[in-house]
């Protein structure tokens, strides 16, 4: 292969290929660069991705040595590399797509081949000369990718989940803050877009806020499972090529770094190939995407109008709604939350069809797995950002509007059931649907309640709430 001074040469099991000079990778991931251009997302496009496999590479070179299974100055090079991926120095060093076969292979040998080269340059050698720390023989000492692969992955989706949760608490917050601003504002509540009975827009949107908040438990319940960790379990969970005891030093040394409660898997075998926590997390952020979508259908079906539509509530303007319709303003940022839902709810799918596909003692498919986890969990982030920030905290209330609503209409004969009976309600809404008439006027009209009567159990505010039957 002709020299190029751009380049350095290194070579693998297939022959040589040249490596940009400066590279802190090596010829795998240039393999890998050169062999999958699937996807628009790359490993550096995904921080906690990196830093979690740095940890994962850091705890075995400290287990490693500990056990004398690595020179304790190689080890404390490939910490200090570890340190430096750790603090971000590197980054742009995982140029590789995310989308790839191999079960994660490329992925754990672009992070071997980075830290190697990192750790060279630490110890006084170029990039390059492996016979002072090679990335399969020391950074992956007593490792396999379908250990070290899993374990950087359950840490990744533990660290993303804590932001999603800070978002997601930042959204209840945001509609707990509307609901106390309109807490006063009756509206008449609808059931299969029928008029039902009165409520308040801040009931409605303590509802919401209720509902969401829900999901951080449950998604801290099924983030804690990826603590549980198959490190020591090498190839298939034999632990072949580990030092006795490692899995025990790796796993206590990767909770002290990071400060996390991990835990070893209680069978290796079983463990590496199993990834029902990944189907059962991307189920909990399905959960909370259909619950998201669904408070969006309803923002955009209140504020439909403004004049044809329910028109409760005004959304902030975002952006001209139309190219042909003047003075047309969309509900743009529902519309965008709602298509990130559909997106984290087909990549649920997909994600379980891929956990169903593995074969043996190995899921293969684990890297689609990764990259619609990471990209559920990344794009759920930024729309819950993005619908408190340019919706929620915006939103302003019709209030008279409302309240016109309310009493106009026929759904609020339900409150009469106590005094008059559910024949005699019945009779009093469908006569007032036929006529035009209000239900005031024909209530007392049939001599069923006094004016005032009537005037007291239909005030909107007395409906509002759960009390006891009023003496009339």
């Known amino acids: 292969m002709e020299k190029d001074q751009n380049y350095r040469v290194e070579s693998d099991l297939l022959g040589e290929l040249q490596v940009p000079t400066n590279a802190y990778y090596g010829v795998q991931t240039q393999r890998a660069i050169n062999n999958y251009k699937i996807s628009t997302g790359k490993m550096s496009d995904y921080p906690d991705f990196v830093i979690s496999i740095a940890y994962v590479k850091k705890a075995a070179a400290k287990a490693n040595a500990e056990a004398d299974f690595l020179d304790a100055h190689i080890a404390e090079a490939i910490c200090k590399a570890c340190d430096d991926v750790i603090e971000g120095k590197l980054q742009d060093q995982f140029p590789i797509d995310m989308v790839q076969g191999g079960a994660g292979t490329s992925v754990n040998m672009n992070a071997n081949e980075v830290i190697a080269n990192r750790a060279l340059e630490i110890m006084g050698y170029k990039k390059g000369d492996y016979a002072h720390c090679y990335p399969n023989d020391h950074v992956n000492c007593g490792q396999s990718t379908n250990d070290a692969y899993p374990t950087a992955l359950r840490y990744a989706v533990y660290r993303m989940n804590k932001t999603l949760v800070e978002s997601l608490r930042h959204l209840v917050d945001t509609f707990n803050s509307k609901a106390d601003e309109y807490k006063d504002a009756v509206k008449m509540g609808r059931t299969q877009l029928q008029d039902a009975v009165p409520m308040t827009s801040g009931q409605e949107f303590k509802a919401f806020a209720h509902s969401l908040e829900q999901e951080i438990d449950f998604l801290n319940e099924n983030a804690k499972r990826l603590l549980t960790i198959n490190m020591g379990a090498t190839a298939i969970g034999t632990g072949i090529n580990a030092a006795p005891g490692y899995d025990k030093l790796v796993t206590k040394y990767l909770a002290e770094y990071t400060k996390e409660d991990f835990k070893e898997a209680g069978d290796m075998i079983a463990a590496t190939p199993d990834t029902a926590d990944y189907v ?85 498919m684990e890297p689609i797995i990764v990259q619609c986890l990471f990209e559920s969990s990344q794009w759920l982030n930024n729309a819950m950002n993005t619908l408190a920030d340019k919706c929620v905290k915006g939103i302003t209330i019709n209030t008279q509007h409302n309240l016109d609503v309310v009493n106009h209409s026929i759904g609020i004969v339900t409150a009469l059931n106590p005094y008059i009976g559910y024949k005699n309600s019945t009779k009093v809404a469908k006569e007032a649907l036929e006529t035009g008439k209000s239900l005031h006027e024909i209530v007392v009209e049939k001599g069923f309640l006094s004016k005032e009567e009537v005037d007291k159990i239909l005030d909107p505010k007395s409906m509002i709430t759960t009390h006891n039957k009023m003496k009339i």
């Open 280 to 364: 059962s997390y991307s189920g909990a952020m399905k959960r909370l995407a259909v619950k998201l979508s669904k408070i969006c259908n309803d923002l955009r079906l209140m504020a439909s109008g403004p004049r044809c539509g329910l028109h409760e509530i005004n959304l902030p303007p975002m952006a001209p709604g139309s190219s042909i319709m003047p003075g047309k303003v969309n509900p743009v940022i529902p519309e965008v939350t709602n298509q990130v839902c559909f997106k984290v709810i087909g990549n649920d799918t997909t994600i379980t069809i891929a956990a169903e596909a593995g074969q043996l003692q190995l899921n293969v």
